[in-house]
């Protein structure tokens, strides 16, 4: 261990130079878990406070043994900062367990913080993605010495976020190229995404990705159902033993949105002082989408938000902000924040608009239609899904690479001209329809196939034609009565389902259209389904499929959309950005 004095530091804060407080450092100190293995920990305390409050950050990206302004910023209000390489994970010893490893070893963290004479026994945590789960599994072993915790962009289960869909799809390209990132072994070069995420079986794209087996990747494969073994390591399903108080930020086009905002609630009817803010964010939020603009209130004042919290429940300073609307999200096409008392919010009318066409609903140059009224002669739509083939990915709530796997907003109008999407447009909005909460898709569907899947994309149509994604979602049919219940289906045999579709919080302004994409793959956001109705995993086959949509008075297919009726312009307001730098734990996962 080594303890030096770092030199003195001129940081910017909310648009002021301040002079940074000197920090006492303690680098790479060695804390034994209950099990005898050390993990590796820097600490940086102010030279001004000789007993204070803490912020403890774990990280599998690699701690900093130079402080910087982000943990500065913190320093200068008096709180120690502790960095921590996770379990096996550079500095630190033993075998890394991604998730489970963090709720044992968190709790010996804080617990040997909380005992130094430099602590007062008042800690937080913060951090984003992986490092906003470390915080999740750590404040679930309720050590008296956390109070507080803000991850940031993490999720809340296993299953749903880092591994497969609310409709039991592989989120193929988040995982391989998270492995190729982060768990290659020294000298390894991998081979471009593209070719990663080609690869079949599924069973070797560890070893195509990173050169090697990946244990817990093998684990995901064996259990492609929500079973026991994701049921054990969920966090959302243990939030009712859950003691610390919780303020979440998440993004509409970060992946982990959806399950943010489902902790969110289930907290919320246990701990009211729980907070989420969301925001028109990719897993980035300081990244900015080229070609979309939010507007100059489209980021907000994270760091402002993380010190009040911090400062109230750890030194009981302030006040807790937003007690009567402790939910904002940032409205997009209005570009404005909304305050909300809950989520999804009470005046929400999930509203349906029905599929029509007269059969030719392929590409955007066909006849499908969105009506508020439902269809009044039968008819269908049909397509080829060749999974050698599928239609791309392009843009939405994916991660984690940029470069290579770009998310977020993006204009559609290249993967609608493929005649296996099916497509179905709005007349144009003659006033603004505000969309806050969950969507779906009811449809009536069939396959010459014995599995496979359907897709649908929620867009927002400008009047110049351009098509830009808001929220999507997948089903594989072997799920349509449920993640724990994997049934075939009868080729030919008409199916109604429910696509879940994502979250979002969208104006459709006058003038614009509302659209629906449906097709049978979203690649590599998620993974093809073969459709020859056998495990994935080893499936080395790709056969096609022929694809029906039924839309009739007998066979409704609509979409639903949370609509907000006679919205209140007053409870919309600016936020400003505040002092909000890059938080270098801030990193994909």
């Not at 998270?178 to 070893?207: C, Q, Y």
Request: net charge positive.
């Amino acid at each position: 261990m080594a303890s030096i004095r770092t030199g003195a530091l001129v940081i910017f804060a909310a648009g002021f130079c301040v002079a940074a407080i000197q920090p006492f450092a303690s680098l790479h100190q060695r804390i034994s878990m209950r099990d005898g293995v050390r993990l590796c920990t820097n600490i940086f305390r102010p030279s001004n406070v000789a007993r204070g409050p803490v912020i403890l950050v774990r990280t599998p990206y690699g701690k900093q043994s130079v402080l910087t302004a982000n943990y500065q910023f913190f320093v200068d209000q008096g709180y120690a900062v502790v960095l921590q390489d996770v379990r096996g994970r550079y500095d630190s010893e033993g075998f890394f367990t991604p998730v489970s490893q963090e709720t044992a070893d968190g709790e010996d963290t804080l617990n040997w913080v909380g005992r130094q004479p430099w602590c007062d026994g008042n800690i937080g945590m913060m951090g984003g993605s992986y490092v906003g789960m470390t915080q999740w599994r750590a404040a679930l072993g309720n050590s008296p010495y956390l109070k507080a915790i803000f991850p940031v962009m993490a999720g809340s289960d296993d299953y749903l976020d880092r591994y497969y869909s609310p409709g039991g799809a592989l989120k193929l390209g988040h995982r391989l190229e998270w492995i190729a990132e982060n768990m290659k072994p020294t000298g390894f070069t991998p081979p471009p995404f593209r070719t990663i995420v080609d690869h079949l079986p599924l069973r070797t794209s560890d070893v195509a990705a990173a050169g090697r087996i990946v244990d817990y990747y093998q684990q995901a494969l064996n259990h492609p159902t929500y079973d026991t073994y994701w049921k054990e390591r969920s966090t959302y399903r243990s939030l009712g033993r859950l003691k610390t108080p919780v303020f979440i930020v998440a993004g509409w086009y970060d992946n982990y949105a959806q399950s943010d905002l489902a902790a969110y609630s289930k907290l919320r009817e246990k701990y009211p002082s729980s907070r989420i803010v969301i925001g028109p964010w990719p897993h980035n939020m300081s990244m900015r989408f080229p070609g979309t603009d939010f507007g100059p209130d489209a980021m907000a004042p994270i760091r402002t938000y993380q010190l009040r919290w911090f400062d109230y429940w750890l030194r009981r300073r302030g006040a807790l902000e937003w007690s009567e609307s402790p939910v904002q999200v940032f409205v997009m096409g209005e570009n404005r924040w909304r305050r909300l008392q809950k989520w999804p919010p009470d005046t929400v009318e999930m509203t349906p608009f029905f599929l029509d066409s007269g059969g030719r609903a392929n590409t955007l140059e066909g006849d499908g239609r969105l009506h508020r009224h439902a269809p009044r002669a039968a008819e269908d739509d049909d397509f080829i899904y060749d999974p050698r083939d599928p239609v791309p990915t392009r843009g939405g709530a994916v991660c984690c690479n940029d470069v290579v796997f770009p998310w977020g907003p993006m204009n559609q109008q290249a993967v609608e001209r493929r005649k296996d999407v099916l497509v179905y447009t709005s007349r144009p909005l003659k006033k603004d329809l505000e969309v806050i909460g969950p969507v779906r898709a009811i449809l009536y569907v069939s396959s010459s196939a014995p599995d496979t899947d359907f897709t649908a994309k929620l867009v927002d149509v400008f009047p110049d034609g351009e098509a830009r994604n808001l929220t999507d979602g997948i089903l594989r049919l072997r799920y349509r009565n449920g993640l724990e219940l994997p049934e075939p289906i009868t080729p030919g045999k008409v199916y109604p389902v429910t696509i879940d579709v994502g979250v979002t919080a969208n104006v459709f302004e006058a003038g614009h259209r509302i659209r629906l994409e449906v097709s049978s793959s979203n690649f590599p956001r998620f993974d093809r389904n073969p459709n020859t109705g056998r495990a994935t995993a080893g499936e080395t086959e790709l056969r096609t499929a022929r694809q029906k949509l039924w839309h009739s008075p007998q066979r409704p297919s609509h979409l639903l959309l949370p609509v907000i009726p006679n919205a209140n312009p007053k409870l919309t307001y600016p936020v400003r950005a505040g002092y909000l730098g890059k938080d270098p734990h801030f990193k994909a996962r």
